[in-house]
């Protein structure tokens, strides 16, 4: 892979990790400063594991968004725990209080806007399956926000 194709995928990732990581965190008291170190800290991670899986990947492939997600899966969530023991949000309270599928179709139908078949091909899952987690997920969502508003 040259340079210049290297630093396509970067640019590619970059966007995808910072909404991921200020979705999980959330926004605190030195608002997104956490969330985009953490970013940081899993860009290069997520870009390698792009190159090895896929090679090239833009914004939209839907094989980024699941490279990305497997690539997450591996150690983000110890990072994820050192960098902000407390969630901040209610989002990021369901991301993290729920299981790594479950937090994965919210991240991809919430954050990144991909539909219900997109992110079940995204992720390898069936679009059922990526519906009744995306139902669930919204339903704590929802029982959180209404408890503390």
């Known amino acids: ?22 979705a999980l965190l959330g926004r605190g008291p030195q608002g997104w400063d956490r969330a985009d ?12 594991a792009v190159i090895s899986e896929n ?31 407390e969630p901040t949000t209610p989002l990021s309270i369901v991301m993290r209080s729920s299981g790594p599928a479950t937090a994965a179709v919210l991240w991809l139908r919430v954050i990144e806007k991909l539909s219900a078949p997109d992110t079940a091909a995204a992720l390898g899952m069936r679009r059922g399956e990526v519906q009744v987690l995306q139902h669930r997920a919204l339903q704590q969502l929802h029982r959180g926000t209404a408890a503390t508003g």
Do not use: I, K
Not at 77 to 85: G, H, I, Q, S, Y
């Open 1 to 22: 892979m040259s340079d210049v194709q290297a630093r396509a995928v970067s640019a590619a990732c970059w966007p995808v990790v910072v909404r991921y990581c200020r």
């Open 37 to 48: 170190s953490l970013a940081r800290d899993l860009h290069p991670h997520a870009v390698t």
């Open 55 to 85: 090679g090239l990947a833009t914004p939209e492939s839907l094989a980024l968004l699941g490279c990305l997600h497997r690539a997450f899966g591996g150690f983000a969530e110890d990072d994820v725990r050192l960098a902000n023991p």
